[in-house]
Antibody, heavy 116, light 108 residues
Framework: EVKLVESGGGLVQPGRSLKLSCAAS????????MGWVRQAPGKGLEWIGE????????NYTPSLKDKFTISRDNAQNTLYLQMSKLGSEDTAIYYC?????????WGQGASVTVSS | DIQMTQSPASLSASLGETVTIECLAS??????LAWYQQKPGKSPQLLIY???SLNDGVPSRFSGSGSGTQYSLKINSLQSEDVSIYFC??????????FGAGTKLELK
C-alpha cells in the first residue's frame, strides 16, 4: 500500500522557518517525482513545487521560489519542504504527493499555523 | 501562468442525478488536465488524468472530456459518497501546474 506521512507541522512565529518531512512507503520512492501542494483554511489547492528522482530538477511556483526549498533523501525514502520567512499567508495544510505533473497519491497533510 | 476557471463554485444535486463540472483554461492545454476529489476532512485523490483517463479504482460513473481550453467532469447516477470538493489541474508544458478554485458538490 502506498503511504505518505507528513510531519513537522505546528505553530510557528512570523518570520521564522520550519521544515516539513514526508515519509514514503509501499513503493519504490527513488523511481518517482515527488511534490508539495498546500491548502489554506477553507481555500483551494496551491501547487508549491516538485522534485525529480535524483534531485537534479526542482521546479517551484514562482511566488514561493525564494522562500521554499524542496529536497529529498532517497536512502531514507523521505521528502522535505524547508520553509523560511513565514508569514500569515503561509498558514495552510501542506500535502506531499507522488508524481510528475499529475499527483496520484497524497499524504494526509501537515498543518502549519503562522501566528505570534 | 495558465489560469484555470472552474464552474460552478457550488452545486446541489439529488441522488441518482447526473452532474457536470466545467473547467476553462486561459490557453490551450492540449488535454493535459487532471481532476481530483477531496472528501470532507480528507486529502485530495486523483480521479482522472489526461482529460479522460480514469485512475485505477475510480468508479465508472465518473468521466472526463474536453479539449483545447474547455474540459468537463461528469458524474452519472450521483451517490452519497460523491459529496466532495472537485478540483481541476492543468499540467501542460512547464510549471506551475495550477488548480481551479474548486466545485463544492452537495446533496439536495
Amino acid at each position: 500500500e502506498v503511504k505518505l506521512v507528513e510531519s513537522g507541522g505546528g505553530l510557528v512565529q512570523p518570520g521564522r522557518s520550519l521544515k516539513l518531512s514526508c515519509a514514503a512507503s509501499g513503493f519504490s520512492f527513488n523511481d518517482y517525482w515527488m511534490g508539495w501542494v498546500r491548502q489554506a483554511p477553507g481555500k483551494g489547492l496551491e501547487w508549491i513545487g516538485e522534485i525529480n528522482q535524483d534531485s537534479s530538477t526542482i521546479n517551484y511556483t514562482p511566488s514561493l521560489k525564494d522562500k521554499f526549498t524542496i529536497s529529498r533523501d532517497n536512502a531514507q525514502n523521505t521528502l522535505y519542504l524547508q520553509m523560511s520567512k513565514l508569514g500569515s499567508e503561509d498558514t495552510a495544510i501542506y500535502y506531499c504527493a507522488r508524481g510528475w505533473q499529475v499527483m496520484d497519491a497524497w499524504g494526509q497533510g501537515a498543518s502549519v499555523t503562522v501566528s505570534s | 501562468d495558465i489560469q484555470m476557471t472552474q464552474s460552478p463554485a457550488s452545486l446541489s444535486a439529488s441522488l441518482g442525478e447526473t452532474v457536470t463540472i466545467e473547467c476553462l483554461a486561459s490557453e490551450d492545454i492540449y488535454s493535459n488536465l487532471a481532476w481530483y476529489q477531496q472528501k470532507p476532512g480528507k486529502s485530495p485523490q486523483l480521479l482522472i488524468y489526461y482529460a479522460n483517463s480514469l485512475n485505477d479504482g475510480v468508479p465508472s460513473r465518473f468521466s472526463g472530456s474536453g479539449s483545447g481550453t474547455q474540459y468537463s467532469l461528469k458524474i452519472n447516477s450521483l451517490q452519497s459518497e460523491d459529496v466532495s470538493i472537485y478540483f481541476c489541474q492543468q499540467n501542460y508544458d512547464s510549471p506551475p501546474y495550477t488548480f481551479g478554485a474548486g466545485t463544492k458538490l452537495e446533496l439536495k
